[in-house]
Every structure is written in structure tokens, then in C-alpha cells.
């Protein structure tokens, strides 16, 4: 079993992974392209399962003796596993954390469109979600209803941000996923039906097709844009078909994550 290492100093280059947890932009200059970090013994376990090679751990003492086990994973040999106390942990992370399970691991590349179109029947397509949870809960309710894979608009938010990866109990990295370029948006949706794919605009519109009465073709994507804007007009202009949840006149919308859920089983009923 390896040993673990003790940080003293939240100075340490050895940590710098984990520095300003909670600074977006500094996170995505740092991480780029290379890193993410995920966080929470669900989210480790699925991480395990997904693949994705580590880079480091980093560790409260008291969660030490429960994240042993895990050292003897062939997936975390010669991974160095270090242990800060508190007060270091705050001062590098940048801010209080007392009980940190934190693992930093290799981004893999994302899919192209084009690959996500000749390989899926069951695409989530996401429009301009800028709020990490949202993107987690639909990632893992994708997951439960067998959605193939998800594509991403230009301005969508990073899908291995530190709170998508622990919302989605870490399903996000097990989903497949593209993200469209600016000239390709939302061109990106005519890729998806020149593969022979339907497309639902997700929209509260009052003329838009009830989702309990709309068929369910054999290849489709189910767009949904941020909460309060939702789908541009651009993009509802493309879509094969606008569909809406009927919800009660006494309430104004659903979260984003609860629509895509409430979809996907929709669009997953008959192929269980």
C-alpha cells in the first residue's frame, strides 16, 4: 500500500492542482485542457470506474483511513495521496474545508459532433448553461434514462467543473461529450439531422406540441437552453419540433435539471 505524503506549506507546487477552488476563471486558465478535479467518495468511485487516470489526491486526516482502500486500486499506483491539515488546506484551496476528499485526474478529449451523430440515437443538446449544477443534474439524470451523449453550445459551462463532476455523482464522466464551436452553432443541430436525427426545442411556449403526446422518433436530441432566457430563437428556428412539459398554470417553470429529467423519461419510455 503507498504511503501518504504531509503538505506543511499551502505554497507547495506539489498541491498546486488544487489551488482557488472556488475561482472559475483561475480554475480554467490553470486546468485547461490537461486536469479537473473531482471531489466526494461517490464521485471517486465513479471516477475509478470511468477511466480517467489520476494525477494526485489530496486529503483531510481525518479521511484518511477511509480512502486506504482505494490506494490499493490499480488505478492510483504510484499516484501520490497527500494529507493537508486544516488550516493549510484553507489557505491553498481558499477556503474552509475541513473534511476535503479531492482528486485531481487526466481530462480526456471530447467527441466531435460529427462522431456523437453517427454513433448516438438519444442526444441531450445543452444551449448556454452557464450554471455548473444544472449541467451535473442533467448529466446524471441523462445517465439514468440511457441518453447517449451530450452536446454543448460555445457558451456552455466547463463539463469538468469541480461542481458538474460532484452533482452528477460523477456520471458526467461516463457520458460522452461534444462541444460545438462558435461557427458551428447551431449548425451543430442541422450535423445532428442530416445523421437522420430529430430535434425537440424544449420551450414553455403555449403552442408548443405536448410532450406526452409527441412520438418519440428513432434518433433524437432534446435541446434545452439556460433557465429564464431558455433557447434562443436561432436555435428554436431549427429545431424539427417545439415541445413543452404542461405543468400546472400556478407555477411559471421547472429548474432545467427537472425538465430534462421529466423529458428523458418521456423519450426513454419503450426502450426498457
Known sequence: MAETTSIADAEDSRVSDFRQLNDQAARREMEGDEYFLSEGWVSIERLIDSGHAFRSVLLSPSRV?????????????G?????????????????????????????KPLQTVEHLAETSNRLIVLEALNDDENVGAIA???RAFDIDGMVLSPTCTDPYHRRTVRVSMGEILHLRVARASADEWPSAIDTLHARGFESWAMTPAADAIDLWDANVPDRLAVMLGAE?????????????????????????????????????????????
Request: avoid cysteine; proline fraction near 6%; charged fraction near 25%.
Open 65 to 77: 483511513n477511509r480512502f486506504r482502500p482505494y490506494m490499493d486500486h490499480a488505478g492510483l499506483d
Open 140 to 142: 446524471r439524470a441523462a
Open 228 to 272: 429564464g432566457p431558455g433557447l434562443t430563437s436561432a436555435a428554436l428556428d431549427v429545431a424539427t419540433a417545439q415541445v413543452r412539459i404542461p405543468i400546472s398554470d400556478l407555477v411559471d417553470s421547472l429548474n432545467v435539471g427537472h425538465a430534462a429529467a421529466i423529458a428523458f423519461s418521456r423519450v426513454s419510455r419503450g426502450r426498457r
Open 79 to 107: 499516484v501520490p495521496v497527500y494529507v493537508a491539515e486544516r488550516d493549510v488546506m484553507r489557505d491553498l484551496v481558499g477556503f474552509d474545508l475541513p473534511r476535503a476528499v479531492l482528486v485531481s485526474a487526466v481530462r
